[in-house]
């Protein structure tokens, strides 16, 4: 666990440090997922899609292991498209479109 809290801190430093404030981190972030997302859900199709394969062609063996494998790729999309949707509606609920920023908090 460590490591992988060092690997992130030191991708994710360079971003925070350049930053010149919380709005240009999220923007960054929000670019950064934009163009994971759609691969994640691709890869999450292609395994389900493997486990129709495996269960259609396979023995009973196989076919419980396809079946295992299909219900965990519907989970996955299923999870991904919910928490994409409800970004999507705090986004939308707070005023927060894509492409801008975050309006900030001012003392009058």
Do not use: C, H
């Amino acid at each position: 666990m460590k490591k992988v809290i060092s690997l992130v801190g030191t991708f994710a430093l360079p971003l925070i440090a350049l930053a010149q404030d919380a709005n240009t981190v999220l923007a960054k972030l929000s670019q950064i997922l934009g163009l994971i997302l759609p691969i994640l859900i691709t890869l999450a199709v292609l395994w389900f899609f493997w486990g129709l394969i495996t269960y259609l062609m396979g023995d009973v063996a196989e076919k419980e292991k396809g079946r295992t494998t299909m219900i965990y790729g519907i989970i996955t999309i299923f999870v991904m498209v919910a928490v994409f949707g409800l970004v999507q509606l705090i986004a939308t609920t707070f005023g927060i479109g894509l492409g801008t920023s975050i309006p900030t908090p001012r003392l009058p």
